[in-house]
């Protein structure tokens, strides 16, 4: 644990929580509240790897959240090496893997494209590309699922709206994906819709006996009141929205009740709605694989898979990394 304490005298910038956690060997995790000096120690880590202990700069993996954490940890490392005068390990820094774990898997694959099958040119999409690719390709889903016209699917079409449908579909998607899970929807148990049903009457009984809530308010809160246990007619109640901090308690439920409507429709139709993920994730793949675009869960999920079933380059890498350091590691997920 690192707590913030005077500076141990004759170790400039280091004190002794973090002089502990510097020196300490083998695998290392520091456990401590903002501000503490958490990057002070994994500078100072990276620092002393390569000015004492000899280890080639770009030996060092460093793994961070964001690109700007990583440049403000790469700017900080190359000051402290300046400081140092080890002006020529400074001037390393430039090819050093200071990174965030996608800015590592990218460029993992951009040195073996070929062994994963993908164009060594490809780009990296951002979250606001993604979404455009991935609503285009649920479109493209959409027809071809819809293209024969069997009454269960039309059904299913109709009873969740295109809109929701697309949301939860997507979301699903890309919630197995950041897991590195297969696209399998497992069996649920359906959730209890009686329940929200009542939660969203009790929250809604309570907005009408507000004499403070707004015409709008209280109208959302009337019709909520009426509203069929039947989970097809529960999954957009987007025509009850109220809005304001009085009717916050009111949202909260109407959405949690949309969520087990949606929930409950989708453990009846697994099936339908299975056949829809495959259509959607090979058309969400042959949209990328036309822009030569990769998005973030495909760096992590093909340089996982790169180094799991390619012997060469995972010996290679092994060889290459004398020592890892990830910062801000409780932001990392299970794929990883």
Known sequence: MVRPVDDVPGVAGVNEQQLAAVEARGEVFVSAGAGTGKTRVL??????AVCDEGLDVQSVLVITYTRKAAAELRARIRSELGGRERFELAQQLDGAWVSTIHGFCAR???????????????RELDEEQGAVLRGEAFERALEQFLATRAPDRLRLLATTGSGKLRRNLIAVYERLRSAGKPLVLEPLAE?????????????????????????????????????????????????LRAGGARAASYEEARKELEQAAFATVASRERELL??????????????KERESALDF????????????????????????????MVDEFQDTNALQ
Do not use: K
């Open 43 to 48: 500078v100072e880590r990276f620092v002393r």
């Open 274 to 287: 299975q056949a829809l993920l495959g259509l959607f994730a090979a058309e969400y793949a042959a949209g």
């Open 108 to 122: 993992l694959l951009r040195a073996h494209p070929f062994a994963v099958g993908i164009d060594p040119r490809f």
């Open 191 to 239: 959730p209890d819709l009686d329940g929200a049903l009542e939660a969203l009457r009790e929250a809604a009984q309570c907005l009408l006996d507000d004499v403070g809530a707004t015409e709008n308010q209280q109208a959302a809160a009337s019709g909520a009141l009426d509203l069929p246990a039947e989970p097809e007619r529960l999954v957009d109640l987007r025509q």
């Open 297 to 324: 869960e495909d760096l992590q999920l093909l340089a996982r898979d790169l180094l799991a079933n390619d012997e060469r380059v995972r010996e290679s890498e092994q060889l290459r990394f004398r020592a890892i």
